[in-house]
């Protein structure tokens, strides 16, 4: 993706937002473009019908075991709802998963949320939960 595809990946981030940690638009823009350009990541959609209706963001980082090799953490999976289940997000995943292998990643963890029927997307690609416990701390302050 590019900063031009920034107005289609707001509405996906709109769809994956619970609405309060959607950042305004003009801030957006600029922190789209630092995202886009931050080394090791890669924001990865698919296109129908001239606007992006899936995508996901895959970072690459650098690690001290596994030889060295680099492990690839996904986040902000999302496809917009009149879009699902024909396919663009596996293209997505796919893509990201690909992109993962030719940088000799070692392995890919994300997380879901517990509440969404995404888990099994996740695992018909491979994903299990057999090994690691997700786990978050949330550092956001109250106003």
């Not at 709109?14 to 080394?39: K, Q, V």
């Not at 496809?79 to 990201?96: H, I, K, S, W, Y």
């Amino acid at each position: 993706m590019t900063i031009a595809d920034y107005a289609d990946a707001r509405q996906l981030y709109a769809a994956l937002s619970t609405g309060h940690s959607l950042i305004n638009f003009e801030d957006g823009l600029g922190a789209f473009a630092a995202l886009l350009s931050y080394p090791g990541t890669t924001v990865m959609g698919a296109a129908h019908d001239g606007r992006i209706v899936s995508m996901a963001t895959l970072h690459l980082m650098p690690n001290m075991t596994y030889h060295g090799r680099p492990f690839g953490l996904i986040e902000n999976v999302v496809t917009l709802p009149d879009a699902r289940g024909q396919g663009f997000a596996r293209a997505v995943m796919m893509a990201l998963a690909d992109t993962a292998q030719d940088a000799k990643a070692s392995k890919i963890m994300l997380l879901t949320g517990r509440d969404n029927d995404a888990k099994g997307f996740y695992e018909r690609l491979g994903y299990n939960a057999d090994e690691k416990h997700g786990m978050i701390l949330r550092l956001d302050r109250p106003s």
